[in-house]
């Protein structure tokens, strides 16, 4: 059985001191669940004290991006072992907002993915189609393409350690939510490719469904046999709001 996995993206949200309140008031409301990952992805600023306030706590600390060289003249960029040396587990890569408003390409996503993965980092891949390409029925073939090139390095040893996010575009903080037929359409979709390309290592990859989650729709969602959990923006900036989503998503 996958176990499920809620993550928080803060986007460009809070400052040092309010992410370590978060992580006060957070902590508590989740201490007991024990079936699923729960993990919070702040601005990097607030990696290092974030991720002390989370230390031995069931919450894990994730970067929103990374950058796939080792090192050098990368202005403004953060490469893989630094993640790991401030604390990081995870760290999300093609999120539809970078790909669309940094022009990354899924090659580049590929290559994130594979220095994460050798510097012993879980790479959370988002694939997603915008409102266009839904309407024109193109979602498959965007998806699958998003998912087969940004997937294209890892070998099916690493597998399990990769997360997919699927993340409809037009759902992504416009209060529109993928309702759970369409999402498990495209889950079970993803989930066959991902059983094409690794065979049985394939089943073992969790995919989070993201777009506008919240505690009153996540249960639907989560009772699809597909959807192993959320990749949440918007509800997840509320320690009450995260940590309901997180009792309702888990096991
Ligand atoms: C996201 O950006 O990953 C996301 C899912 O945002 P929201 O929950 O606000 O739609």
Redesign the pocket.
Known sequence: MRRPILAA?W?MHKTIGEAVAFADAFLPLVKDADDVDIVLAPPFPCLDRLGQALGGSNVALAAQNVNPEAKGAFTGEVAPAMLLDVGCRYAIVG?S?RRALYGESSEFVARKAESLLAAGLLPIV?VGESLEEREAGRTMEVVGRQLEESLASVTADRAAEVVV?Y?PVW????GKTATPDIAQEVHAFIRGKLGERFATAGDQIRIQY????KPDNVDALRAQPDIDGA?????SLQPESFAELVRLGAA
Do not use: R
């Not at 759902?171 to 416009?174: H, K, L, P, V």
């Not at 993201?210 to 989650?213: D, L, M």
């Not at 990749?231 to 509800?235: D, F």
């Open positions: 993206n986007k999120h907002e988002c996010a993340e759902a992504i903080g416009t993201g777009g506008s989650v990749l949440v923006g918007g509800a």
